[in-house]
């Protein structure tokens, strides 16, 4: 059977749940590379022209396909369609404050604050009295302020004095959870899609589309330009 041939059947198979995507993967990892048969070697030689279509020369020549499949720009693309599907829904979800309670239970913590600047960067001393010294404005004292707050990229928040932040925090938050729990939920048919893109991909790939014959030099700087010198 040819390499091209085996890849199809392997797709149908997953296609028809026969094969999981992992055996999917696996088998296909396994069988020979499609730019390693002797099928692509003389189809090179048959795509390949006397001349450099960029700059005329004769020396050198190599067939440039300007383009590779790319299994994770596909995935990606299938997960933003997903996504942009269910924004509709994403958007209009409402303010719970049943969610909203839950999630300030789930993340407040009670921090010590300094009772002068409110910071809560103390450091608390087992011998020396008094007991808390602030780090930021050096006050000294026995009895911290006891305040709930949540830990957030700009430090401990306090939750009575900031709720319009913590209701925007956690919109935002609940949003990002939403599409990961999107994408989690239906990530077997992403997968699936994904693979079927990619599988069509590599056969346009593996027909030559859009294949030119270049010299090295020319080669190497259309390379450049769409970044593939790094990732080769
Ligand atoms: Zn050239
Ligand atoms: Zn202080």
Redesign the pocket.
């Given at each position: 059977m040819k390499a091209s041939d085996k890849r199809t059947k392997l797709l149908d198979q997953l296609n028809n749940n026969e094969i999981s995507i992992e055996e999917y993967w696996r088998l296909i990892k396994k069988g020979s590379k499609p730019w390693e048969t002797a099928e692509w070697k003389n189809k090179r030689k048959e795509y390949l022209k006397d001349q450099c279509e960029n700059c005329g020369s004769t020396d050198n020549l190599t067939i440039q396909h300007g383009w590779k499949p790319e299994y994770s720009i596909i995935l990606s693309q299938v997960q933003e369609r997903y996504i942009t599907a269910a924004m509709p829904k994403l958007l209009k979800r409402t303010f719970s404050n049943t969610a909203f309670s839950k999630y300030i239970t789930k993340n407040k913590k009670q921090v010590k604050k300094?009772p002068?600047?409110?910071?809560a960067t103390l450091s608390e001393r087992s011998k020396m009295k008094p007991k808390f010294r602030?780090i930021?404005?050096?006050?000294e004292f026995d009895e911290p302020l006891l305040k709930f707050a949540i830990k957030t990229d700009r430090g401990y928040v306090d939750i009575d004095t900031n709720k319009e932040y913590f209701i925007e925090k956690f919109a935002k938050d609940d949003y990002y959870s939403s599409i990961r729990i999107l994408l989690q939920k239906n990530k077997n048919k992403i997968v699936i899609e994904a693979i079927n893109l990619l599988h069509e991909s590599t056969q346009r790939y593996l027909a030559f589309e859009g294949v030119k014959t270049l010299c090295k030099r020319c080669a190497f700087i259309e390379d450049k330009d769409l970044g593939y010198i790094n990732s080769k």
């Open positions: 300094c002068n600047c409110q910071s602030c930021k404005c050096h006050h």
